[in-house]
């Protein structure tokens, strides 16, 4: 499938490696001009690279989603040099640590849940009001399965996925009136730094590049999207519906 994204602006955090990386370059080849962010200013330069050398465009924001204001910041920013926005990929998110409940520090607790669902939170009143100017605005929030599997030693992750979800869902039911399509994304296993944190002892080889996940996630982004609130399941290649417990 061919997605013609000529002319629409795309913000991708987390930009600087791993899915944000690819996806933020599958979005420049099909023709937008990405905002990519991230902590890791060599990390966005070497994405700024790639994205040049298949005849894209980028602009490169660099900063830590803990900044707050920064984030608050960001959308009167792409306002005032483009007045919308079409897409956004929130992809940033930290692992924390896998341990018991008991044991996670309270400062670990506090930052993951700081950068995985606050600052998905205040990017989302962020930018709502410029991809509401977009005539094909869609949200892409990158969760994960275990949102639903709760393994135990996932705790502080697991809590701050499913805390995504039930952000984006809320969004998406706030939205429904609006071209903007909100959909949570579960990825998967991929072969990502945080995957060979939370797995060190994993043959890396046996799980999926993070570019095959951005190619699936770039149909997304184009017109054929018309479903809001769901999930979709990389893996599997589609959406699915959610369902209250039985």
């Not at 791993?18 to 996806?23: L, Q």
């Not at 950068?115 to 991809?131: D, F, G, K, Q």
């Not at 977009?134 to 502080?156: E, V, Y």
Request: net charge neutral; glycine share 10%.
């Amino acid at each position: 499938m061919t997605v013609d994204l000529k002319g629409r602006i795309a913000l991708v955090t987390g930009a600087s490696r791993g899915i944000g990386y690819f996806t933020a370059l599958e979005l420049a080849k099909a023709g937008a001009h990405v905002i990519a962010c991230a902590r890791t200013v060599g990390g966005l330069e070497e994405l700024d690279d790639a994205i040049k050398a298949v005849g894209g465009s980028a602009t490169l924001v660099p900063f830590d989603l803990a900044d707050m204001n920064a984030i608050d910041a960001l959308g009167g920013s792409i306002n005032d040099r483009w007045g919308k926005l079409d897409i956004l990929v929130a992809n940033a998110g930290v692992l924390g640590v896998i341990s018991p409940l008991g044991h996670v520090e309270a400062k670990v607790f506090d930052k993951v849940m700081t950068i995985n669902v606050t600052a998905t939170w205040r990017l989302m009143r962020s930018v709502e009001p410029l991809l509401a100017k977009s005539d094909q605005g869609r949200a892409l929030i990158l969760s994960s399965g275990a949102a639903h599997k709760c393994k135990p030693f996932w705790g502080p992750y697991s809590a701050s996925k499913a805390a995504v979800e039930a952000l984006a869902r809320t969004w998406a039911g706030e939205t429904q009136r609006l071209p903007l399509r909100v959909v949570s994304i579960d990825p998967g296993a991929t072969r990502t730094a945080m995957r060979a944190q939370a797995v060190p002892g994993e043959d890396p080889t046996t799980v999926p590049h993070p570019s095959e996940v951005a190619a699936r996630l770039l149909p997304l982004c184009g017109p054929d999207l018309t479903e809001t609130g769901k999930l979709f399941i990389v893996r599997e290649n589609k959406l699915v519906d959610y369902r209250l417990p039985e």
